[in-house]
Structure formats: C-alpha cells, structure tokens
C-alpha cells in the first residue's frame, strides 16, 4: 500500500490565531482540504475529493448568471468567507495525473460526508464507486433543513455516482466504535462519527501494522484530541457548532476519539480534514 497525503482546496478565512496559526486576527489564517490518494491491490482510492474542477468553472461569471441566486450565495461564501483558492493544480484530478494516473485509474472515493469542500471532485472520476454512509446520502440528496440545503451542493453528484452505501451501526466494530467494512477494499472501513452532519463518519485505513484514521469533519485542529490538554481557538469552536448538525452526538464524537489517541496511540495515526499541521506532518 503507498499513500499520497494530498491538499485539494486551499482556504483562507480571516481569523490568524483566533484560529488557526499564530499570525495578527485581521489576516488570513491558512487552513487545507487534507485528502487521500492510496494505491493497494491493483485499486486506486481516493478518500474525500476537496474541491474539483466543477467547482473552479462554477464560479466563472456566466456560470453565477446562469446559476441564479442560490449560485451566487455559493460563490460568496467560498470567495468571501472560506477565500478557497479554487486553483485548478489543487484539485484531485490534477494531482493524481501528476502522479501519472488517469482519472479512469480511480476505482474508489471514500467520502467521510458530503460537504461542499469533500465531494466536489466527485465528478471528476465518474467511473469511481463512491462509498458512503446511507444516512449522509439520503442527508445530502433529501436536505430537511436549511444548513443542509446550504452545506450540500447538488451539482456536485449530478453526474449520477455508483453509491455504495453503508450503515455503520450494522454490526462491526472497530476499536469499539460502531463500523462497516467496505465492499471490495479490504482493510477499509467506516467509522461512525456523527454529529458535524447526519451521517458523517471517519475513514479508517490499515497500513500495515497500524491503521490510518481520516476523521474527516470530527474535529477541526489536532489539539482538540489531545488526550492530556485538549483545546481549541474561538472561530474554529465557533464555525464548528454553528454547522453542527447534532452538538451532542459532535461532543461524543470528539470525545471518543481523544479516548481512542489515549488508549491506542500506538496502534493508529489520526488526521483531520483542515488543520495545516496534520497535511504538514505527511509533507
């Protein structure tokens, strides 16, 4: 198995140390779309697609015309609050023909959620199967409410993926945290993590003797799961609980994972979607 750490959207939101690094609030802090891109057994897999190449197109100016009001507000948020970079050599696709692939090689997207920021290189590899829980699906394709309807872009699936879904509470377990193993990619695995959305969960890779936990969304820094000292900076707690989808199930979930460093720190690696430090620590 070889596992590439990749950076598939570069966002910029302001804050500095109220949160993330240590520069002045005014300016921008520096926060990633932190994915995977694993070569096992004759598959390529990719594990959360960041933003792709749909996304860089629909924010061109005749693209928000025709796209309507509810465009725009996209648009706005990813260029005024995120300030994502939107860069075309970021995205997946271009990453994995740099490494000498096509987007045809990619059998596989592992999706921790559905979020704007993880499944908009989906359409860029339309032959992959993409794997998912059952409850972020149905979250994601049949929004109840407005954070869903907002934080879940349409067009970015409406290529009509292959979905494989699974329900984590079936029956497996890993590290006893409730799971599903994935069809066809064995040694991966689902992880239950609610909370940030309905049916959002971590992405669990064995690599040889150990296993490598992509916690997607569960958490936004690496010191929040810091099992002595855990801590956190005032926007990314507050970003964080005014996305949340069920904040007690969010605070489990975090809480469980802190647990998990404490007891199996040295069977496993944890990562998360946007901490710079994490992607840094792989580069």
Same mark, same amino acid.
């Given at each position: $198995?070889?596992?590439?750490? /990749?950076?598939?959207?570069?966002?910029?939101?302001?804050? @500095?140390?109220?949160?993330?690094?240590?520069?002045?609030?005014?300016?921008?802090?520096?926060?990633?779309?932190?994915?995977?891109?694993?070569?096992?057994?004759?598959?390529?897999?990719?594990?959360?697609?960041?933003?792709?190449?749909?996304?860089?197109?629909?924010?061109?100016?005749?693209?928000?015309?025709?796209?309507?009001?509810?465009?725009?507000?996209?648009?706005?948020?990813?260029?005024?609050?995120?300030?994502?970079?939107?860069? /075309?050599?970021?995205?997946?696709?271009?990453?994995?023909?740099?490494?000498?692939?096509?987007?045809?090689?990619?059998?596989?997207?592992?999706?921790?959620?559905?979020?704007?920021?993880?499944? @908009? @290189?989906?359409?860029?590899?339309?032959?992959?199967?993409?794997?998912?829980?059952?409850?972020?699906?149905?979250?994601?394709?049949?929004?109840?409410?407005?954070?869903?309807?907002?934080?879940?872009?349409?067009?970015?699936?409406?290529?009509?993926?292959?979905?494989?879904?699974?329900?984590?509470?079936? @029956?497996?377990?890993?590290?006893?945290?409730?799971?599903?193993?994935?069809?066809?990619?064995?040694?991966?695995?689902?992880?239950?993590?609610?909370?940030?959305?309905?049916?959002?969960?971590?992405?669990?890779?064995?690599?040889?003797?150990?296993?490598?936990?992509?916690?997607?969304?569960?958490?936004?820094?690496?010191?929040?799961?810091?099992?002595?000292?855990?801590?956190?900076?005032?926007?990314?707690?507050?970003?964080?609980?005014?996305?949340? $989808?069920?904040?007690?199930?969010?605070?489990?979930?975090?809480?469980?994972?802190?647990?998990?460093?404490?007891?199996?720190?040295?069977?496993?690696? $944890?990562?998360?979607?946007?901490?710079?430090?994490?992607?840094?620590?792989?580069?």
């Amino acid at each position: $198995m070889r596992i590439h750490h /990749l950076n598939c959207g570069t966002l910029r939101p302001l804050g @500095g140390k109220l949160l993330a690094g240590d520069r002045f609030p005014a300016l921008p802090s520096r926060l990633v779309c932190h994915c995977l891109l694993i070569e096992t057994d004759g598959r390529l897999v990719l594990v959360d697609s960041g933003f792709g190449t749909t996304d860089i197109e629909r924010t061109r100016l005749r693209s928000l015309v025709a796209g309507g009001p509810g465009q725009f507000v996209r648009t706005a948020y990813a260029d005024v609050v995120l300030r994502a970079a939107l860069d /075309l050599e970021e995205t997946a696709l271009r990453q994995v023909e740099a490494l000498g692939h096509t987007p045809a090689d990619v059998t596989d997207v592992v999706v921790t959620h559905l979020d704007l920021d993880h499944a @908009g @290189g989906l359409a860029d590899f339309p032959h992959a199967r993409v794997h998912l829980s059952a409850t972020e699906r149905a979250a994601a394709t049949a929004p109840r409410t407005q954070i869903e309807r907002f934080r879940y872009w349409g067009y970015q699936w409406e290529h009509g993926p292959d979905w494989k879904t699974y329900s984590p509470d079936a @029956g497996d377990a890993w590290f006893g945290f409730e799971a599903s193993e994935l069809d066809g990619l064995p040694g991966f695995a689902l992880v239950a993590l609610p909370g940030h959305t309905r049916g959002h969960c971590g992405v669990a890779v064995q690599n040889g003797g150990g296993w490598l936990l992509h916690a997607g969304d569960a958490y936004f820094l690496y010191q929040e799961v810091d099992p002595v000292n855990p801590r956190s900076t005032p926007a990314a707690a507050g970003f964080q609980k005014r996305f949340e $989808m069920d904040g007690s199930a969010r605070r489990e979930s975090r809480q469980r994972l802190r647990d998990l460093k404490r007891d199996h720190g040295d069977e496993l690696e $944890m990562l998360c979607t946007h901490d710079p430090a994490d992607l840094d620590r792989y580069g």
